[in-house]
């Protein structure tokens, strides 16, 4: 069971976006090359702009080879400080609290407390999660891969001009193909942004380890103006490792921008407490 809840909680980490009653932005032609600071810097300036979100009411549909799985709830972000998850199958099965040290599940039906850290995740969706990493994912900015305090380093990443999109990477192409290709590197991450022109806003995010075969794609669609912001309301996530390998499909119904709902998470002293780092 715990498997199952872990899958759950990850439908929601993986991403989200917003919904309203039209599509704002398509665009399609050939992109003019700007330079790689004027693209990060455009992008992170279209950054909404919040202390708290609040998400409601989204539905997710998970699918790898042995499961299949829809659900729906509510998130609440509080912004570097913690993102709160209600899940519902019917019921509230789960409350997950997500802060910069622990992640935290509070499992309804089975009146117990889970404490441990990111590596739960880390471990189910094949790549490296830490709290800044799914709050970039969640509200659409960008972020630094592998995982790293030091978020100025995408400052370093490079960018090519796309047929309808930039793609900014931390590698460049001519570099990846030598190091791959040529010299047989393996301990390569490749990790690309794909970045919208005039808005500015990112519509894929590709992240492929050579060294351990695995690749996740995240892609935003349907972006939608929510008070003078562009937010996705559509959202599609495939991963693989090897020959496993995921399915997340993720609708979004309203987003709350600094507004009065939240999400608490309290529980009895009466819940079971459960430490997954000190498990054998």
Known sequence: MRQVGIILIGIILVLSGCKATQEFYTKKGTLKNIADYKLINSTEDNYISYNTLFYKRFKAKYSDDNNSLSISGNIYIQKDSSIIISILKGIEWYRVRLTPNAVEILDKRKKTYTRGDYKLLW???????????????????????????????????????GKDVYLLQSLKNGKFERKYKKEKTMNIVYHQFAIMPDVFKISKVNIKDFDVNSELVIGYDNFVDINNSLFPSEVIINGNRGNNAFTILLNFDHIDINGESSLGFKFSDKYKKIDLNNEN
């Open 123 to 161: 471990d189910r969706f094949l790549v490296e999660m830490d709290y800044h990493t799914l709050q970039s994912i969640l509200t659409n900015e960008l972020f630094v891969y592998p995982i790293s305090n030091d978020q100025k380093l995408i400052k370093r990443y490079k960018h090519e001009v």
